[in-house]
């Protein structure tokens, strides 16, 4: 998607009224699958745009850039269909999910076919074809809450747990790994940031589903991951950079990872001594929102101002 603007201000809007109007009965994490859908995306997009694609990538991203819209609009039906107008049957907006369904399915396909193009000698494009493929499992699950599809006899709504999980840390990590890949040169420690980065979400969607032990090994070393990546990007990175643009967003992404950590931080102290008086909600629009604009969407703008190159 070589001009995102249009797109991504379409996007704003809709996600703007999603999270301020009392008339599309949106729960909070629905809300930040909405921000999934309309902004990052058509970043995600635009990023992984390359003049140096084999015939079948240009294939799938024709079709990529072609069905966006109309993927979008059907996966916020859905959600429209079972809050905002109510529809008995769930049918209805699970049949309305499976347009999203498909589409991330070719973001995998897409991630496949870096993978056989590249091999595995160019670890940062493993990484950035795992994100991509990391979106088709959040396209799963999102199908399967608006389905209320009871999956090991889980709550729908930790399906959309899980859809949420794919759509961000999951997907948005190992693309922004890999994309540091293509500007840096190669430490040692890169290749173990990106295995980890390709575990971890599996672990934590584990845990998610059969054991808090594994989830919390899981979130441990995703966390340390993150901030690994951030602080390379805030120390080196950010300092290389000709666009100011780049250094600016990065710099954001980079301490809204450190905001994110030290708020979650001060949460547990205050609920162990009872300071202030903070809900649940309250704990998760302020962790969601850094994570959503601070980190993935500075990030996203960030990394869009260098457009990296995959190497030859």
Known sequence: ????????????????????MDYFQFELIEQFLVFSFWVMVPLVLSLIDDKNQTKAQKQIYFWLIRLYFPAAFLAFASMMASK???VE????????????LVFTLLFAIYGLLILREKGFSFIEEVAIAAGLIYFFFGGIWYSLYQF??????????????????????????????G?????????????????IDIVGPILIAFGILFSKTIEVIGVTIFAINITIYSTYVFMKVRKNLNQRKARIFLTLSSLAVYAIMLIGLGYGFNK??????????????????????GFVLCGLLGWLAVKPRAKA
Do not use: C, N
């Open 84 to 86: 905002t107008w109510q």
């Open 148 to 177: 209320e599809v009871h999956l090991f006899h889980l709550a729908p709504k930790m399906s959309a747990l899980s859809a949420v999980h794919f759509h961000y840390s999951s997907a948005m990590v190992p693309i922004f790994i």
């Open 179 to 195: 994309m540091l890949g293509r500007v840096m040169e190669k430490k040692k420690w890169y290749q173990w940031l990106v295995g």
């Open 1 to 20: 998607m070589k001009y995102p603007s249009l797109p991504v201000i379409i996007g704003g809007i809709i996600t703007i009224a999603a999270f301020t």
């Open 89 to 100: 049957h769930v049918i209805i907006p699970g049949a309305l999910s499976i347009g999203w």
């Open 272 to 293: 162990k001594v009872g300071l202030i008086p903070i809900s649940i909600s309250d704990m998760v629009l302020v962790y969601g929102s850094l994570h959503a604009v």
